[in-house]
Every structure is written in C-alpha cells, then in structure tokens.
C-alpha cells in the first residue's frame, strides 16, 4: 500500500520553521515521490510555491485531514537524497546547531540534474552477402550517397555519426531511407564525462613490510569480524601510509564494498588518483570544486548506480551516494581544511565517523603529525592506534634537518631571505641536477608596502589589512587584498609625501621565484600558489611537469608539502617558519609543526639522502626543536600540556560567536547584549566567557567583525546556549542585519 502523507522539510532557513510539514500525496504523484524527492509545495497563508524535501512517510494524518495540503509536484530536474544521507543531515543538525534544511544541503554535493553526453552512431544490420547485394542495385541506381555509406559499413560496421555527415557527407534524407530499406539503424548511446584520464602511477608492485602488513591486517579482521572501527594510523612521512589504504581498500571492495578517501587539498588528487587507479582501474572517480557541473554529476551518477567502488575528493566526497560502504578513509586528517568554513561548520573527521557508523563501516585516520585531538583520543582508547615508526623504502632515511637562526644571519651580514646555508646546498643539488622545495606560507611578491620617508603603509580601502604585492602576467606591479580581492595599481609615488621611495616589505612566493632566478639563473622554476592553480588542471599541470623533471626548483605555499611523493627531491628549504608560530590562535604552534614536519618530510624519499634546511627567529621554540627532529611525541606533551593548563580542546568544547555588520556600533551593542546572555544562561553551569572583541581582522568588505568565545566541558552544554541565542536573536529586530555564525572547536581564530 502507497503511503498516503508525506513529512517534508521546508527550504528555508529559519529556525522558527526548522521541522517537518505534513502533506497529502496526490495519486498521481505516488509513483515519483520517494524519501530524498524535492517537491513544490505551497507554503503559508498565501499557499506560495516553496521547494522542500520529503524525509519521510506516514499512513496517518498529524491532524485533521481536512486542513493538510497538497503536494503541487515533484522540481524538475531534482536530484533525489539519499536516505542515508537524510539520517546523516540529522546528525549535523544536532551536532552543530544547524538547521535542517542547511544541513541537507551540505550532503548533497550535486543539486540539478545535468544533460549528459551522448553519442550517434550508425550500425549496419543486414549480413555482408545481402550487403553486398544491395551495393550492386545502389551502383545501378546511381544513388551515390547510398554506395560511400554502404561501402564504408562494410568495411566497418559501426561507424561514428559525426563521419557520416561530415566526411561522408550523408544527408539525414539519405539516413532516414536506409532506415526505412532496415539496411542501418541510428543509434544514440549516453556516456560519462572523463575527469581522469588514463595516466596511472608507474613503478613496480610494492609490497608491505611486516610494520604495514600488520596495520592492514588489523583494519581488515576486525572488518570481517563484523567489528568495524576507527583507527588512528600514525606513520613518519614516507612509510608508506597511501599503501596502506590501498591494500584495506582492496581487501574490503572485493567483500563487494565500496570506498572514499579523502584528501586535503585539490592539489593532492592528481597523484593520489594515479595511484589508485594502478590498482583498481575505472572503479575510481574523483569529486572535487574544480569539475564542471556536469562533471560533478557524471561522478555522483556513478557513484550512486554502483559504477565506481572508491571515490576520491575533499570534504564533499564524504556524501558521495554509495549503498555498500565498507570504508572511510582520511589523509592527512590534522589538516585544517576539513572543517567547513561556512555555517553548518562540521567536521569532515566527526561525520566521517558517524556515518560509518550508521553504514557499519570502518574509519581510517592517517598523518605524520596528527592533530592533537585525534592521538588524545587514541590514547584515550577512542580510536586503535596503529604505528609505522619507518620509512618505506629502506634507503629512504629521514632527512638531515639544520635549523637556521636569522638573528645570527644579520649579524654576518646577510639579508638575503635565503640563508648562506640555504645557498650553499642549492647550488650542490643544481649541479647534481636533483630537485629543490622551497616553502613559504605567503603568497604575492611583498606581505606589506610602505613609503619609507613618511611610513604610510597601503592598506585595503574595505578590510582592515595592508595590501600585498603582487606582478601580474604583464609584469606590471599591483597591490592585492587578500581577503576582498580589491586590487589596485601600485603607484609611483606615495600620496602622503609624494616620495618616490616606496617598497615592499616581507616576502611571498613570486619574491622567492624572482630571487631564485636571479641567485641561478640557469634554474628551471615552477610556482605553485594560488595564484597560479586558478584554472582547472593547473594544479596536475604543475605537479606533473616537476615529477617529470621539467623543473628543477617548485616554490610554494602549504600546497606544496602535503602527501607529494618526488623520488628526486633532496632539499626542502623553509623560507620563514614563523609565519604561523605567532598567530592570535591556540593551534598555531601545532600549525607550526605540522607544516614543518610535513615540508622536511618531501626531501630524501628516493634513495638519495635529503637535507632540509628551517630558516627561523625562533629556534628555541618547541614546535620549531620537535619538528627538526620529527619528533611528534615531543611536541605532543609540550602541547598538550598547554592546552591542559589553560583549558582548550581536547580537554574542553570550545564555541566561537562570530558577529558581522555593516554598523560598528550596533555590533558592539548586539556583541556587549549576547555576552550578558551567555553569562546568564550559562552561570549554572559555570561556562567560561571570553569577549566580546574586535576579530583579528576587526573589518572584511566593508563590514565589521566581533567574536565571543565561550569554554566548557559538556558539548552539550555549548549546544544549548546556541540554540538559546539563536531565538533571542530572532525576536531582535534592530539587529536583523548583523550576521551571526556559530562555530564549535574552531581550528581557526576569528
């Protein structure tokens, strides 16, 4: 028996219609309405068309029949959710105070059906004697066009359309008579987009040593046990991990299971996929930003027809719509990019979890350096902890690591951004024609530029922050806002003092490159930022052409030094390692020594040995010491005691309050009017407030910003005083323009 009702989730985003509507489903609707349809209904007292989303059935009326309306239809071109994933937004509704119409959009990562490709062709369907037959009457017919179609079919029987008109030059009269003599058929066939291509990562079959095969094997018995589980698989860069997760993988795929891995950045797919495609072939896809929408589409129809066995992407390849999920895989899972920065702001890791839960899969956590929540949980006994203390390759040591003080470069005179270190071995690895990294975290040519007869410095006219150099294609010289994207000519005189002396100060990554070439001019140099990974396959384009040794020298940002395997790469240089280390954040030190461990971690992955060289103010700091010695466990107890002592994740919740308004008086009433809330609402409970004040960015595009951060244990606590301030809010109307976002444990300061 059909189900006659239908609870539907409304789209719109307010808290005061964040439930379910009950609707009736008309008869001729029954046959396209499914849990995950998006329907047109009609909404208030004006019965205005909305969209919604059916999240489940009922047989019985919520209350009196007469008085339920009607579903006017089923949205044209609509995307079906899957129920998994329903069950899945629930969760992300509940876990970070979201309502349910934003959290359903979040596991969707494709939303409108696209068109796809297709192909004609054109077949012939009588046997070569009766074609041969028909050939002679054609000839005596002198029906020309017949004879140069027929003689080609002959040769070939199925021929592309696109040939047939065009080099063939067949009318569609002509078709449609052959057609009609059933001497060929016309036929369209519909195929997927190619987002891969066939390239696949050379080099023999490697097999695991005793350290990886046990960490495979644990994952892999406990799975077949029926015991599925959370592992925190914790191996120095290059042991291998990648190995690993493909040997579980595959384990797991052939008991008829399906995979995603996730990866950190777009940058990291290209060789990521190469790998997994040496192993399973087209049963891997990949879903990222940079796809095109029909792209994106193809890869979600595969996925969701059973097509592909493993999917590959960053934080939206975590919804991909499999119905046998064995496996969750996490790369690099200390990496920041996978909390959303925008509102519902999950954590991929969290969801990760929970979904695997639901679909009695199991999730594996791999980093060199994971984050410090994750190996407190481990510890903890939340997640197994597996271990490869080596390398891979047995020639493959860890790389020597010199820890350079600038202070001391002064002193000598030098004020070069490159140390006398720095110099000396890059001129040894050109001549040896091995392959260099050079790392820094900043972008652009200059951080800052001032006049240096009066000290103004140029600022951006809409964000309270200083512009930065930048050289376009053309050479010329602009001023960027990095935060806007304001952008202006630099000019040729200062507009306070019309002093001609104006430069730049602080360096980014198109300085590096210039100074490079002008250190080596013979140096072949790439860069990887930003700015120039814009286009689609930039990124794979840059990649390849280093592994392919068309460069010698890769300069960059933190997209450089994640997961990429380069055999000829024997010196990673760190231009300044405290960019990070001073931020107004409480994971900055842990930043740090992610960055640094994983950059140090590039150089000797080959068999030749690796030297990487940290240029620092602060060599003294514990971040800096641990990660020149890539030593995790001593950078955790420091840390870790830290955060004990002064009462930061893992050892509390944290809830971030960000406010945002055009007015900065009125966001200093609404910030000063939350915290006397929070402080009420939370007195029993003891909850720590911190705030309000101005964000470490006080103004973005013209639009001020302030933050309150609130401290206690029970996350649900946390929970509750969200929801609280969310409906003072919405009986305020005078801060009805002021943005308010909510952000739990955030890995980044406001």
């Not at 896809?285 to 792209?295: A, D, F, Q, V």
């Not at 895989?329 to 519902?344: F, L, N, Q």
């Not at 200083?466 to 507009?495: D, I, N, R």
């Not at 030593?631 to 945002?660: I, N, T, W």
Request: neutral net charge; contains cysteine.
């Amino acid at each position: 028996m059909s189900p006659k009702y239908a609870d539907i989730i409304i789209d719109i985003s307010h808290e005061a219609i964040d439930r379910t509507f009950q609707y009736r489903i008309p008869e001729a609707l029954v046959e396209q309405i499914r849990i995950g349809t998006q329907v047109s209904i009609p909404f208030g007292r004006g019965n205005h068309l909305r969209s919604g989303y059916v999240v489940s059935f009922s047989d019985t009326p919520a209350f009196e029949e007469a008085r339920l309306k009607e579903i006017a239809g089923v949205k044209e071109g609509s995307v079906a959710i899957e129920s998994a994933l329903i069950e899945l937004a629930a969760f992300i509704k509940e876990r970070y105070g979201s309502t349910m119409i934003n959290a359903l959009k979040i596991v969707m990562p494709i939303k409108q059906k696209v068109k796809g490709l297709t192909h004609k062709e054109v077949r012939l369907l009588v046997p070569d004697e009766e074609a041969q037959k028909l050939l002679e009457q054609y000839r005596k017919k002198n029906a020309r066009a017949k004879v140069r179609l027929l003689t080609e079919l002959m040769e070939d029987r199925v021929i592309p359309y696109a040939l047939v008109t065009g080099k063939l030059n067949i009318s569609s009269s002509t078709l449609r008579a052959m057609q009609d003599e059933n001497v060929i058929a016309v036929a369209e066939e519909g195929y997927y987009r190619d987002v891969i291509g066939t390239e696949t990562e050379n080099g023999e079959e490697v097999i695991p040593n005793p350290e990886q095969q046990e960490a495979i094997s644990r994952v892999v018995e406990d799975y077949r046990n029926g015991q599925p589980g959370t592992y925190l698989l914790k191996g120095v860069t290059g042991s291998g991990k990648t190995l690993v997760y493909i040997e579980i993988i595959d384990k797991i795929v052939r008991m008829g299971k399906q995979a995603i891995v996730l990866i950190p950045e777009i940058a990291l797919t290209y060789q990521t996929v190469r790998r997994f495609r040496k192993r399973f072939g087209n049963r891997v896809t990949i879903m990222n930003s940079k796809l095109s929408r029909g792209e994106r589409y193809d890869q979600f129809e595969k996925a969701k027809n059973g097509e592909v066995s493993v999917m590959i992407g960053p934080r939206s390849a975590l919804f991909a719509p499999f119905k046998n999920l064995g496996i969750i895989v996490i790369d690099e899972e200390h990496e920041a990019t996978y909390k959303s920065e925008y509102p519902p702001k999950y954590h991929a890791r969290e969801v990760a979890i929970h979904r695997a839960g639901m679909a009695g899969a199991s999730v594996v956590l791999g980093s060199a350096t994971p984050s410090v929540e994750s190996y407190y949980h481990a510890l903890q006994g939340d997640y197994t902890l597996l271990g490869l203390s080596g390398r891979a390759r047995e020639s493959a040591a860890l790389a020597e690591t010199s820890v350079v003080d600038l202070r001391e470069e002064l002193k000598r005179g030098n004020r070069s951004i490159f140390s006398d270190r720095l110099k000396k071995l890059m001129a040894d690895r050109l001549g040896k024609k091995q392959q260099i990294m050079l790392f820094l975290n900043r972008r652009g040519f200059a951080g800052f530029i001032s006049c240096r007869s009066c000290g103004h410095v140029f600022k951006c006219p809409h964000c309270d922050v200083t512009l930065t150099e930048h050289f376009s294609g053309t050479a010329k010289e602009k001023l960027v806002c990095h935060y806007c994207g304001y952008e202006q000519k630099k000019p040729a005189v200062c507009p306070e003092c019309q002093s001609k002396y104006i430069a730049g100060f602080g360096i980014g990554t198109q300085k590096v490159e210039e100074q490079v070439k002008v250190l080596f001019p013979e140096a072949r140099v790439l860069r990887m930022d930003m700015d120039t990974t814009r286009n689609k396959d930039s990124h794979e384009k840059i990649l390849s052409q280093f592994a392919n040794g068309e460069a010698d020298v890769l300069v960059g940002t933190q997209m450089i030094v994640k997961g990429h395997d380069f055999s000829n790469v024997t010196l990673v240089g760190v231009i300044a390692a405290d960019l990070t280390l001073f931020d107004n954040d409480y994971k900055s030190a842990e930043r740090t020594f992610d960055l640094l461990t994983q950059a140090a971690g590039r150089a000797g992955r080959g068999s030749l040995k690796g030297d990487v060289v940290i240029q620092t103010y602060a060599p003294e700091h514990y971040a800096i010491k641990a990660a020149a010695k890539q030593d995790y466990q001593a950078f955790y107890e420091e840390e870790k005691a830290y955060r004990s002592l002064l009462g930061y994740p893992p050892f509390c919740h944290m809830l971030a309050v960000f406010m945002e308004c055009d007015g900065y008086e009125t966001l200093c009433r609404l910030s000063e009017v939350l915290r006397e809330k929070m402080v009420h609402w939370g007195k029993e409970q003891r909850v720590h407030v911190i705030g309000p004040c101005d964000a470490t960015i006080a103004r973005v595009n013209d639009r001020y910003r302030r933050v309150i951060y609130l401290k206690e244990k029970r996350y649900e606590v946390l929970v509750e005083l969200k929801n609280l301030a969310e409906r003072f809010l919405e009986e305020q109307p005078e801060y009805k323009d002021c943005f308010v976002t909510f952000d739990f444990d955030p890995v980044h300061s406001y």
